[in-house]
């Protein structure tokens, strides 16, 4: 079938015409044809109506003769786009409550009377706070399980959204992180019981079993709808949008907590999450209408039909360099966080609870403010493997002087915040230049599986490192800088990972680092990935679809 590139609103030829050939001409871009599957839509649907012209898998413009019909493809995704960061608002806001009220959770079960303290004052080693009466190491598996769970469920949920599609992932995973968060809200009614701490972990691991994966649909259904364009852009908003519940989180529910009290706090989380939920139910029918357009939803459940699990042994190394990457910088990121805000008010005089949240949220601050911006910039410029480097080596700074000086911990947490937002637009974006499309669930749920492992161990460690005994209101100094040394550790590691990376990705053709001033520097990079013979046909060709 002859292939042709013209004006993309010139009309298709009258009668059904095709080439001076005779054959029917598809108009299309070569530079973002996904694979053989997409091409072969892309025909029948002419085929099957030669009046329609086809242009562009992703930024399709259709264009129906016989109604006058016009449907832009551009325009549509950014409205996808729009619920599709509401995915991940609420659970993000929910995920780093303890943080926030960590004294509570730590605190004691009843106060004597008079000693009570309501968190808002300076931090006081002869103050009581009452709250849930956990241990350090009971508040830090809070976390660890979360990871944990993240770390098993998402290797299968990548794997059953590249077989069942969005509209299944986007529905129950979002469903889990209501139920997940109703239930850890509800634990918080069984204070002084034995209850309370299994109530709690139940609920943050069907809570990590569901955000987890939810984050894998929301980087699917972005890396199909803006593979070629803006792509880094559109990651950074996506990330944007879920750091702005996590700087909510920090800046309002300090204050929520002294006014309602912790229980009616967590069912605020829960209801956040509900409208997280009710986002998932509206972008899952945009996707699928969005997929009708453009004439690819059987070509896509045809070829999920061919994703097997034998193929995650045929991922390359540059991937799996990219996931130890990725694992060993959030080491450093969401245990510290995790732990901020008790860390500032214990090494640092004068500063409340309140006071130490604000600036231990500063990490999210930066990186709502400054994602979609990076995301432009990487998008402009490229060299994905070189900004992973550099946040890397970048990093190093911060907890050198979180670990050993007494400068203001804001300077650390801003500084953090930017690295962070730099690596998350560089290392996450890059996953899908380097895998098939057809695999790229799969591929995205086994690298939250491995970054969720390292996460998990790290929040152990630092528990241990932190103590045991919840009467110690004040941790030791030299505890903090224990833990600091190992977030210090794992950033080295990072780097060495890094490195090793781009020396791979030069070999094998440069694909991270390629730069083309002034256009989406995806659209030139997407042709490797594609390309790999990861899903073989019957004919020996790739056969990739985007999802």
Known sequence: MGVTQTDPLAPA???????????????????????????????????????????????????????DEVVTIGSYRFVVLLFNCLLTFGSYFCFDIPSVLQEQFQGNLTCPNGTHHNSTGHNSTLECIEGLGMTPAQYNLLYAIYAWTNAVVVILAGFLIDKLGNCFGVFVFSLLTVLGSSIFALGSHFKGSPYLLPMMLTGRLLFGSGNGSLTIVQNRITAFWFKGKELALAFGLTLSFSRLGSVLNFFFTQQFEAKFGMQWTLWGGTLLCVLGFLSALTVSVLDKVGMKQLGLDGAIQQESKKVRTQDIRRLPLRYWLLVLTIMFFYNGVFPFVADASK???????????????????????????????????????????????????????????????FVPPLVSTIWLGVTYSFAAASMWPSIPLVVPQATLGTAMGLATSVQMIGVGLSNLIVGHILGTKSSELKIPLWRWQQMMIFMLANTVACIVASVSLNVVDKKQGGTLNRTRKGTAVEQEDRSPADAAPLLDDETGNGCQTQH
């Open 13 to 67: 030829p009258a009668g059904g015409g095709g080439t001076p050939g005779g054959e029917a001409a598809v108009q299309r871009s070569e530079e973002h044809l996904p694979g053989s599957a997409i091409r072969r839509a892309a025909e029948e649907r002419h085929a099957q109506n030669p009046k329609i012209t086809i242009l562009h898998t992703v930024d399709v413009l259709i264009v129906d003769q016989s109604s």
């Open 343 to 405: 860390f500032i008010q214990d090494k640092y005089s004068g500063y409340s609870q309140q006071a130490a949240a604000y600036i231990a949220g500063a990490v999210y601050d930066s990186s709502l403010v400054l994602s979609a911006a990076v995301g432009i910039l990487i998008d402009y410029v490229g060299l994905r493997g070189v900004f992973a480097v550099g946040c890397a080596a970048l990093t190093l700074p911060v907890f050198a002087l979180l670990a050993f000086t």
